[in-house]
Nanobody
Framework: QVQLVESGGGLVQPGGSLRLSCATSGFIFSTYVMTWHRQAPGKEREFIAGITSAGDSTNYADAVKGRFVISRDDAKNTVYLQMNSLKPEDTAVYFC???????WGQGTQVTVSS
């Protein structure tokens, strides 16, 4: 069955960095567009980044453009999110997803606070 296991979250000060990982199994990872989403307290889940199956194109929500970088390693069936210049408003639970597969993992909590 499909598994998505996000990790790498934690508490970081404003301006800091974190690298999230999402280890996957149960589907042919290399053939799927992969995305990252986040959900802040009291808000709806929102798209923040996506990467094509070939890894040759990415797109980002305006809120994270220029600060976050999505990447993938097909040999490890893993997608990453490098988050730089973090802001308090980036505080949320972060989730990865395979586009077209209706399944969410548990997510990883990111808290940006001094």
């Amino acid at each position: 069955q499909v598994q998505l296991v996000e990790s790498g979250g934690g508490l970081v000060q404003p301006g800091g960095s974190l690298r999230l990982s999402c280890a996957t199994s149960g589907f042919i990872f290399s053939t799927y567009v992969m995305t990252w989403h986040r959900q802040a307290p009291g808000k709806e889940r929102e798209f923040i980044a996506g990467i094509t199956s070939a890894g040759d194109s990415t797109n980002y929500a305006d809120a994270v453009k220029g600060r976050f970088v999505i990447s993938r390693d097909d040999a490890k069936n893993t997608v990453y999110l490098q988050m730089n210049s973090l802001k308090p408003e980036d505080t949320a639970v972060y989730f990865c997803k395979a586009f077209g597969i209706d399944f969410w993992g548990q997510g990883t909590q990111v808290t940006v606070s001094s």
